[in-house]
Nanobody
Framework: VRFVESGGDLVQPGGSLTLTCVASGFVFSGSNMMWFRQGPGKQREWVATISFGGSRTTYADPVKGRFTIGRDNAKNTVTLQMTDLNVDDTGVYYC???????WGQGTQVTVSS
């Protein structure tokens, strides 16, 4: 099982960013997918989940209405569109599948003026 995240960057408050994760080593189209994040000095926290077919999505309260999770089963990719970013969104972002025991290297998102 492998996850390769990309797209992280330094962005100003109020800005937008899209993260991408390429997954391999399992039946991607048959698995729900999730994004987690870990801020500096904080525990890793769940951000969003998308069902295996893409029809159902759920979000953590802090990102609801600002983040959108998506997937392309033909490309084994899952994305996270982030808008109206604030400093509390700073952290390393990871994608994974349930149960969340396999992790990639993550991608760093820094929100700062």
């Amino acid at each position: 099982v492998r996850f390769v995240e990309s797209g992280g960057d330094l962005v100003q408050p109020g800005g937008s960013l899209t993260l991408t994760c390429v997954a391999s080593g399992f039946v991607f189209s048959g698995s729900n997918m999730m994004w987690f994040r870990q801020g500096p000095g904080k525990q890793r926290e769940w951000v969003a989940t998308i069902s295996f077919g893409g029809s159902r999505t759920t979000y953590a309260d802090p990102v609801k209405g600002r983040f959108t999770i998506g997937r392309d089963n033909a490309k084994n990719t899952v994305t996270l569109q982030m808008t109206d970013l604030n400093v509390d969104d700073t952290g390393v972002y990871y994608c994974t599948k349930p149960p969340p025991v396999d992790w990639g290297q993550g991608t760093q998102v820094t929100v700062s003026s």
